[in-house]
């Protein structure tokens, strides 16, 4: 089982990034997928789900608005929109398939002028 994540880096206040999340190693298509994301020094936190089929999505209350979660399924792919960031958005993003306890490495995304 493997979940790589991609897209991040560094990016100034009020731009954009998409993050991508490619899964492999098991039934992608079947699971509801997540993104999550750790700032230093803080919890890890719950950040977007997209169900199994792509057609209910959910955000937390920090990001509603500002990000989009997306899936492809063709594509065993998950991803995530972020438009208008800030420094507060800076943390490593992980992707996950919650259910089954699959997780990927992260990827680092720097909010920063």
């Known amino acids: 089982v493997q979940l790589v994540e991609s897209g991040g880096g560094l990016v100034q206040p009020g731009g954009s990034l998409r993050l991508s999340c490619v899964a492999s190693?098991?039934?992608?298509?079947?699971?509801?997928m997540s993104w999550y994301r750790q700032a230093p020094g803080r919890e890890r936190e719950w950040v977007a789900r997209?169900?199994?089929?792509?057609?209910?999505?959910s955000y937390a209350d920090s990001i509603k608005g500002r990000f989009a979660i997306s899936r492809d399924n063709a594509k065993n792919t998950v991803y995530l929109q972020m438009n208008s960031l800030n420094a507060e958005d800076t943390a490593v993003y992980y992707c996950?398939?919650?259910?089954?306890?699959?997780w990927g490495q992260g990827t680092q995304v720097t909010v920063s002028s």
């Open positions: 997209v169900n199994s089929f792509g057609g209910s999505t």
């Open positions: 996950a398939a919650v259910g089954p306890g699959y």
């Open positions: 190693g098991f039934a992608f298509s079947t699971y509801s």
